[in-house]
Nanobody, 124 residues
Framework: QVQLVESGGGLVQAGGSLRLSCAAS????????MGWFRQAPGKEHEFVAA????????YYVDSVKGRFTISRDNAKNTAYLQMNTLKPEDTAVYYC?????????????????WGQGTQVTVSS
């Protein structure tokens, strides 16, 4: 049974930082690209960042470039999202997802497995 479990969310003031973790089990982690997505109240599901199977490539949505960093530790079956200089508009539920295809995708529908999400709230 595949499980992706996010942690590290919480309440932070604008300008602060959080580090999200996504612990994976039940799948060959190094065979999957990993992505982070978010959904704010009343808004559509949004791609945030993705990292390739080896960690050699990464994509970001423009709104987080220079502030967020995606990484992974294949030995620990864990992906991370370091979020710095947080803004109130970053408030959302953040989800990690795993994609076993050959291409690093930004489209949520390409991902095979999803976590339950972790809430990030940034106060102004």
């Amino acid at each position: 049974q595949v499980q992706l479990v996010e942690s590290g969310g919480g309440l932070v003031q604008a300008g602060g930082s959080l580090r999200l973790s996504c612990a994976a089990s039940g799948l060959p982690f190094s065979n999957y690209h990993m992505g982070w997505f978010r959904q704010a109240p009343g808004k559509e599901h949004e791609f945030v960042a993705a990292i390739s199977k080896t960690g050699g490539s990464a994509y970001y949505v423009d709104s987080v470039k220079g502030r967020f960093t995606i990484s992974r530790d294949n030995a620990k079956n864990t992906a991370y999202l370091q979020m710095n200089t947080l803004k109130p508009e970053d408030t959302a539920v953040y989800y990690c997802a795993a994609d076993g295809s050959s291409i690093l995708n930004r489209l949520g529908r390409r991902y095979d497995y999803w976590g339950q999400g972790t809430q990030v709230t940034v106060s102004s």
